[in-house]
């Protein structure tokens, strides 16, 4: 390449990009190849040390150190302590190599495999439930407390660390340190641990990969295509299930207890959030804004945080240290009603255009809470709508352009008539 430029069939700039290198880098290049010809190429640090290298001794004299005193610690607590308490300063990967060479350290990659051993099943029926979760709505997310009602309370339930059964954030602020399901199961006295690794509960999951298979082709041989005949068809496909892949326990005493008195699933099972009551007795939870009856009692909640209770039927009540308020509803969402607009003609246009300003509005609920029985509120692709918070000038003159426009062609029409 660099002949060539001296042939001057390309130019520096061709050249360097070409070989990846600035043009200033290309023409050091050639001013070192008509110096000293091809062999110039050669790096000129070649056979030199690198500017990194320890001081000669100093690996070995680290090394004597952590054979003497540190060789059971990890590279990065022997590099602390080295520098800490000897005063040698290297880096930890320099001591992470340092300690693999001398056989103290052995890299995660070159570890042997953890061998998960079996174990023996639980000896009573309801002692440790496994549960999965799954994206797939088999009972309309009536899953844990149909179980719960067909068969009592267990000791504990046993689940991977999915976000639903435990925080996973560190840093979060809200929920008191357990998910909605942790809190709801505390309430009904249920235990509930996450494994480790996902072998610890296998064997659920392999019961989750053999449903999935089986039942698909199940409802396929059965012709259902609905969820009501689907559900219909699950009892009887269970029973099937149980009978050829269940195991029964060593003893036949049934550890699930009966729910008590005061457990009322209905509470239990509700989403709780937080909300902070404004000065004028209103909160804003999924989009809606809740306007509190003012009277004594209610005023006592201005400032302070509220729970929002979302029942799985879809009702909500605002509940201050458990007294419910009364409130009604203001739907940010709601729509204008075009057939609504009186003969008014200005009071008419301005709703036009509010009506055309809120088709650029983004619809879609809160999908942090649940859906209900409604259809799932997971954006399957970005939307490119906006909130009503971002709703600008743009918006609006965007409105006036079409109805200018919408006038013109009524207007057109007109006049060739």
Known sequence: MIPDVIDRRLTTQMAAQRLGISDRQCRRLLARYREDGPLGMTSRRRGKSSNNQLPQGLAAYALNIIRERYNDFGPTLACEKLAEVHGVHISKETVRKLMTQASLWVPRKQRAPKIQQPRYRRACAGELIQIDGCDHHWFE????????????????????????????????????????????????????ICAETS????????????????????????????????????????????RRFSKAPRQEFDVHRELDVDDDLDMV????????????????????????????????????????????????????????????????????????????KRLGRALEMAQLVQAERDNNRSQSVPSGDGPSRRRKAPTTKKSQRSLDQDDMFNALVKLQTRAEEIFGERNQK
């Open 141 to 192: 997310n009536r899953a844990t407390r149909g179980y719960i009602e067909m068969h009592g309370k267990p000791l504990a339930l046993y689940s991977d660390k999915a976000s639903v059964f435990r925080i996973n954030n560190k840093n979060a602020t809200g929920g008191e340190g357990e998910t909605q399901f942790g809190r709801a199961m505390h309430e009904l006295n249920i235990q509930t």
């Open 199 to 242: 072998a610890a509960k296998g064997r659920v999951e392999r019961a989750h990969l053999t449903l999935q298979d089986r039942l698909v082709k199940e409802l396929r041989l059965q012709g259902i295509s609905t969820m009501e005949s689907a559900n219909a068809f699950a009892e009887e496909f269970m029973n099937d299930y149980n």
């Open 269 to 344: 099972f509700t989403w709780r959030e937080a909300r902070r009551v404004s000065k004028s007795l209103t909160v804003q939870y999924d989009k809606v804004l809740y306007l509190i009856e003012d009277n004594e009692f209610s005023r006592r909640a201005i400032g302070k945080y509220i729970d929002v209770w979302h029942y799985p039927d879809g009702h909500k009540e605002l509940r201050l240290n458990g007294v419910s308020l009364p409130y009604s509803t203001y739907d940010k969402l709601s729509e204008i009603d075009q057939g609504a607009i009186v003969d008014n």
